[in-house]
């Protein structure tokens, strides 16, 4: 904490790691304060120490009362407690009452199909605020996928499993909810996705200055060039057709597959092309007037070309208010040729 750094800084540098370390060491978020008063390191602190005040069975009961860096400054300049202590007291007070919340938890893991993983490493990552390192703890999950976190206390806690043959995307890695009460019955789901193995894939980009003006640009979803014969048509239309950044303007692009279409991606992992839901085309429209403008659009789709032929995932990238036209458009591609939904992707299976 940034108002403690006035007392911090005239605390001897050895004191303070000895001390430190002692403290991660000896003291649990639990409150065991028993075996820290016994260490003899820790019990060195102690030593002719003033008594703590009434209401305190011992010395450490007393510095572990402290909630501010303005009551430790007090109760050091007061003499109540010795340079020792207040050290001892200040790193206490790093993990305030908040942090020591019990973090109990009960999850359980399974694939995309809601079958149970099974022998999963189960990766729990205490936070602390102000400290720069999570505590890690480590388990695995049992037959039914299940796992869980008992005993353990901070500010909040990060789930991360992993098994070969399965992969996790930890962008999206599960947080303990703040209004978690844990029950053993309605555990935190986590899911994984459980690779059948790439197929043979095709791996296109696109990177293109299109026209604002509504002319339709057509690309190949097989190389990502432009293709008059292309089977990704891009129309962008801006009014007005030059304009005054950052001021904003209606525009609105239309994507459209003849013999195909897309399906917006709202799944954690892109890896099988959905059957149906398909539309020929999609077009997002920006007014100007709307709170949340903007000339930026990333979209993530699923599409299929050639009735079917062709399924895949693309992620674009659109920029709306290059001035003057023309304006950006990515686009990046990933298309199983095989009459096949499968879209796992492995470069060495990349075709080329």
């Keep these: 904490m940034k108002k403690h750094y006035w007392y911090i800084a005239r605390i001897n540098t050895v004191l303070t790691a000895v001390i430190f370390l002692l403290f991660k060491c000896n003291i649990s978020a639990q409150g065991q304060t028993n075996s820290?008063?016994?260490?003899?390191?820790?019990a060195e602190i102690f030593f002719n120490v003033p008594p703590p005040p009434p209401g305190f069975a011992t010395p450490m009961d007393y510095i572990q009362s402290f909630k501010t860096g303005a009551e430790i400054e007090k109760a050091y300049r007061s003499g109540k407690i010795t340079q020792g202590e207040a050290m001892?007291?200040?790193?206490?007070?790093?993990?305030s009452p908040n942090d020591k919340s019990p973090m109990d938890t009960y999850g359980?893991?399974?694939?995309?199909?809601?079958?149970?993983?099974?022998?999963?490493k189960m990766r729990g990552f205490l936070d602390f605020e102000e400290m720069d390192d999570d505590e890690e703890h480590d388990t695995t999950t049992d037959s039914q996928g299940e796992f869980n976190f008992l005993g353990l206390y901070g500010k909040g806690m990060v789930f991360?499993?992993?098994?070969?043959?399965?992969?996790?995307?930890?962008?999206?890695?599960?947080?303990?909810?703040?209004?978690?009460?844990?029950d053993p019955t309605n555990p935190l789901i986590i899911t994984m996705w459980k690779l059948r193995g790439a197929e043979p894939m095709i791996h296109s980009k696109i990177h293109a200055y299109i026209p604002c003006d509504g002319s339709a640009i057509k690309f190949s979803l097989m190389t990502g060039k432009m293709d008059p014969n292309g089977d990704l048509i891009v129309t962008l239309t801006r009014n007005p057709l030059n304009i005054d950044q950052p001021k904003p303007f209606n525009w609105s692009v239309t994507l459209e597959i003849p013999n195909g279409g897309f399906e917006e991606i709202t799944n954690l992992y892109p890896y099988e092309a959905p059957v149906e839901g398909y539309q020929p085309h999609i077009t997002y429209t920006l007014k100007a007037s709307v709170a949340n403008w903007t000339p930026l659009l990333t979209p993530s789709l699923y599409f299929k070309s050639k009735n079917g032929q062709i399924y895949g995932r693309m992620t674009l990238k659109i920029m709306a208010d290059f001035q003057p036209p023309?304006?950006?458009?990515?686009?990046?591609?990933?298309?199983?040729?095989?009459?096949?939904r499968n879209l796992e992707f492995n470069f060495k299976k990349q075709i080329r």
């Design 36 to 42: 820290a008063e016994t260490n003899p390191e820790i």
């Design 160 to 182: 991360v499993p992993e098994k070969m043959g399965y992969e996790y995307d930890r962008r999206h890695a599960i947080n303990r909810p703040n209004n978690y009460l844990p």
């Design 326 to 340: 023309p304006t950006l458009f990515d686009a990046e591609i990933y298309a199983n040729p095989a009459d096949s």
């Design 88 to 95: 001892l007291a200040m790193e206490i007070d790093k993990v």
């Design 108 to 120: 359980k893991v399974v694939d995309q199909n809601g079958q149970p993983v099974i022998g999963a």
